[in-house]
């Protein structure tokens, strides 16, 4: 069976902080990955996506940026928090239908 | 300019009663609609979908009914428990679009006991 794993399951930080998050994903062998951000009570935006290692398509990027350094492992970064950065990022794969991961909960203070 | 719009934005129902969630949208090549479904302080989980080669989409108490004319589905939970109260999202995607799948505005749901 898949799993996806994220880290950290959630951050406080500063404005003008780095920031990186990680998700992973075993049991399944390219996998298409996605990046998703959800304000507190709001729908759920795409970020980022990526069908194999080394691509990523922006679809939003709100001064964020994403990798894919290895075919089961999608990171999303910055080098500046915002405050507007703050949120819920969940990553997700594609099978049947897109899966989530259990989410990182950021706060930019 | 948002692409699949929800309404209400909050509903509260009676358990037992039926919940109906209205979902329409812009893109007439949209060919996917999962319904997900997020409890609080939870990432979202895969309701049901429904493709529009068919207008009915059923799965225990939750259905599916689906206008491809008029581009509109509705969500509806018969027999509502307070294990049901959540968000409720609808979303969308097309085969041209390849990996973006657009999300609705969500409905909160709150089933009274």
């Known amino acids: 069976a898949q799993t996806i794993h994220q880290w950290p399951v959630a951050e406080i930080k500063a404005v003008g902080s780095p920031l990186s998050l990680g998700c992973t994903i075993k049991?399944?062998?390219?996998?298409?990955l996605y990046w998703y951000w959800q304000a507190t009570g709001g729908t759920l935006q795409q970020l980022f996506y990526s069908i194999t290692v080394g691509q990523v398509e922006s679809v939003v990027q709100l001064n964020l940026s994403a990798s894919r350094p290895k075919d089961d492992q999608f990171i999303l970064s910055t080098e500046k928090l915002l405050l507007s950065h703050s949120g819920f990022y969940l990553c997700a794969w594609t099978g049947s239908d897109y899966t989530f991961g259990s989410g990182t909960r950021l706060l930019v203070i | 300019q948002q692409q699949v719009r929800q309404s209400p934005q909050s509903l509260t129902v009676w358990e037992g009663e039926t919940a109906i969630l209205n979902c329409s949208y812009e893109d007439s090549t949209f060919d996917y609609f999962p319904w997900y479904w997020q409890f609080p302080r939870e990432s979202p989980a895969l309701l049901i979908a429904i493709r529009p080669v068919s207008n009915k989409k059923e799965d225990g108490r939750f259905t599916i009914f689906f206008n491809k004319r008029e581009k509109k589905l509705s969500l509806h939970i018969t027999d509502s428990q307070p294990g049901d109260s959540a968000t409720y999202f609808c979303a969308a995607s097309a085969e041209h679009m390849g990996y973006k799948l657009t999300f609705g505005t969500g409905t909160s749901l709150l089933v009274d006991p």
């Open positions: 049991g399944k062998s390219s996998p298409n």
